[in-house]
T-cell receptor
Framework: DSGVTQTPKHLITATGQRVTLRCSPR?????VYWYQQSLDQGLQFLIQ???????AKGNILERFSAQQFPDLHSELNLSSLELGDSALYFC?????????????FGQGTRLTVV | GQQVMQIPQYQHVQEGEDFTTYCNSS?????IQWYKQRPGGHPVFLIQ?????EVKKQKRLTFQFGEAKKNSSLHITATQTTDVGTYFC?????????FGKGTRLHILP
């Protein structure tokens, strides 16, 4: 158990809909990262938050947004969903925001868009 | 933009043979991390390399960071069935974290 909790584990929704994925980082970790992993693909970095503020942005679509709350949990919002958004979404957390510490990954949320 | 290329994409080896995966960045990295993802699992941190030319070992695993801090490798000696999974490198630079696409290792008994 990495200490990072992601909910829900599975999500099935229709095209055009909006969903929210939730992540609770490890106790004491200030940084949260979101990644998308499609079938047979690597990990696409979406966005990073550190202590409530956006720290770095990757290949995140405009239809996607995220935030980190004062209690440090984070949510990833995906809207106007398309079939191609079906993927495994991972959240990871680390102590620092500099990338110089290891990241602990949650179990992921498997999103299926039908 | 910054890219991290990882090769090979797939590797099949007989149990007991060695395995190597390579990671190359288009830009100089501040550090590089390696992760392992078992089938159906989530990535798990293996190691971080920071210094130019750094070499670290974990039992049968040897990790290297290139002198120019733009490439890295992971070598597994005498593979075992427990080594099955996908190995990812993650390059850190310019406030971005770029994962390679990973090398999926299959072990043939």
């Amino acid at each position: 158990d990495s200490g990072v909790t992601q909910t829900p584990k599975h999500l099935i929704t229709a095209t055009g809909q909006r969903v929210t994925l939730r992540c609770s980082p490890r106790s004491g970790d200030l940084s949260v990262y979101w990644y998308q992993q499609s079938l047979d693909q690597g990990l696409q970095f979406l966005i990073q938050y550190y202590n409530g503020e956006e720290r770095a942005k990757g290949n995140i679509l405009e239809r996607f947004s995220a935030q980190q709350f004062p209690d440090l949990h984070s949510e990833l919002n995906l809207s106007s969903l398309e079939l191609g958004d079906s993927a495994l979404y991972f959240c990871a957390s680390s102590v620092l925001g500099t990338g110089n510490t290891e990241a602990f990954f949650g179990q992921g949320t498997r999103l299926t868009v039908v | 933009g910054q890219q991290v290329m990882q090769i090979p994409q797939y590797q099949h080896v007989q149990e007991g043979e060695d395995f190597t995966t390579y990671c190359n960045s288009s830009t100089t990295l501040s550090n590089i991390q390696w992760y392992k993802q078992r089938p159906g699992g989530h990535p798990v941190f293996l190691i971080q390399l920071v210094k130019s030319g750094e070499v670290k070992k974990q039992k049968r695993l040897t990790f290297q960071f290139g002198e120019a801090k733009k490439n890295s490798s992971l070598h597994i000696t005498a593979t075992q069935t427990t080594d099955v999974g996908t190995y990812f490198c993650a390059g850190h630079g310019d406030d971005k974290i770029i994962f390679g696409k990973g090398t999926r290792l299959h072990i043939l008994p």
